[in-house]
């Protein structure tokens, strides 16, 4: 990965390459625009984001592809310039998460204002394939809960934790090349400040009196939770001195899992906001030695 970054760096060429390479895997073309934005500055992501941008719309343009998906892509590659230039400017996890949660949510509501065809398209689309599965009276109730807004929704939370993964995986390459080891201090410090903790957590529990299909855009209220939790977790293999198995059990659970997992690292996260769950175990630790 550290070739990767430094070939990245090496000039606008090579950085155009891998952003339009990685345009087919997940997240790479993202954090490379992120990475260009942290070592060089915003104008370099920002002409970045424009050239990597370029061959999304003409392919929309020449193909049949819907207008929404394209704009979700474009929206993912621009996101990374505000959020790798905020980050460079205050380097604070806090405030950049809720930034990129924020523009994501912004980000999908202009979707829904500006390409109302193209979201009741994906929509039809979504329930017809839930139709089409076998017919059982769960997977009804499936594709008639599928609305405008659940969509929208879903395109926010798309936006932000693809994002935030990216702008984790610059900031990672960064340290790779200029600070090894730096990343992996700044990231097991990352914690949520207790009054900034209340307030997504009151966000939070107010969308569950909103109608079910805004539920999900509360909901991306809990993300940065969700990555302190994961923060937690790796300082705390690291602090006990666990093993690398246990972070990949994590991910494992996340992947498999699912939901469950994901709810008790946002459990880890908003206790570690509320009561400094980290000091309590680093004051554990010692006592223990």
Partial sequence: MKALAEFILRGRVQALLVALVGSFFPLVSSATVALVTL??????????????????????????????????????????????????LYALWQWTLIAIVAVAII???????????DVTELLVVAQQMFESLQAQQADTAIASAITEPL?????????????????????WWQSAVYNPGGFQEEFHGFTI???????????????RLIPEGYQLWADLALLP????????????????????????FLYVGLIFMGKPVTLVLVGLGLAESLIDLRSRLDGFKNSKT
Avoid at 193 to 207: D, T
């Fill in 39 to 88: 070592c060089k500055g915003s104008k370099e992501g920002l002409l970045l984001f424009l050239w990597a941008s370029l061959p999304l719309v003409v392919l929309q343009q020449v193909g049949d592809e819907n207008m929404l998906l394209t704009a979700v892509s474009v929206a993912s590659l621009g996101i990374m310039v505000v959020a790798a230039s905020l980050h460079s």
């Fill in 151 to 171: 969509v929208l929704g879903l395109v926010a939370m798309i936006l932000a934790l693809g994002c935030v993964m990216s702008l984790l995986i610059a900031r």
């Fill in 225 to 248: 939770f969700l990555i302190a939790g994961i923060a937690l977790f790796h300082s705390t293999v690291k602090l006990f001195g666990l093993g690398s198995q246990w972070v990949a």
């Fill in 107 to 117: 980000c999908a509501a202009t979707f829904g204002f500006l390409m109302s065809a």
């Fill in 193 to 207: 400040s207790s009054k900034v903790a209340v307030i997504l957590l009151a966000i939070f529990l107010i969308g």
